[in-house]
């Protein structure tokens, strides 16, 4: 698992917005990709990481509050004890994503897939859930 310094992930979420206006030579490489990345305790606070590729990346008790996920795939993710209040992640896949204790409150999981997802003991209060895929997702002492 690759280990990414405050300094990396600013260049790609830099690029990344490149990749989302379409703006400059090279655009269509600079699509945001912190798949299988250690991001442990990584500030995300209000990043624009809509569509973006974050599967099987460990996000253990980073910040996520206020950013844009839409669409993401953050597939087999951890993101225990993270830090995702007023978060977007509508139509973002969290299938099989490891979200105990997580900080989800006023979180926007419209459309998400959360199907087998571990979020045992999160906090949901005030999510908004509606059309979400909750198939065999572990909800266990989450508060709801």
């Known amino acids: 698992m690759k280990k990414l310094t405050q300094e990396q992930i600013n260049k790609i979420l830099k690029e990344h917005k490149h990749w989302l206006n379409e703006d400059c030579e090279g655009w269509e490489t600079m699509r ?37 996920l839409r669409g993401a795939n953050l ?31 006023d979180a926007y999981l419209c459309d998400a897939n959360l199907r087998d997802a571990n979020l045992s003991g999160a906090d949901l209060s005030g999510a908004n859930l509606r059309d979400a895929n909750l198939r065999d997702t572990y909800l266990s002492g989450a508060d709801l």
Not at 88 to 100: F, I, K, N, V, W
């Open 32 to 68: 945001a990709d912190f798949s299988y990345c250690d991001l442990r305790g990584a500030d995300l606070r209000d990043a624009y990481l809509r569509d973006a590729y974050l599967c099987d990346a460990n996000l253990r008790d980073a910040n996520l509050s206020g950013a844009d």
């Open 75 to 105: 597939r087999g993710t951890n993101l225990r004890d993270a830090n995702l209040r007023d978060t977007y992640l509508s139509g973002a896949d969290l299938s099989y994503a490891y979200l105990r204790g997580t900080y989800l409150r």
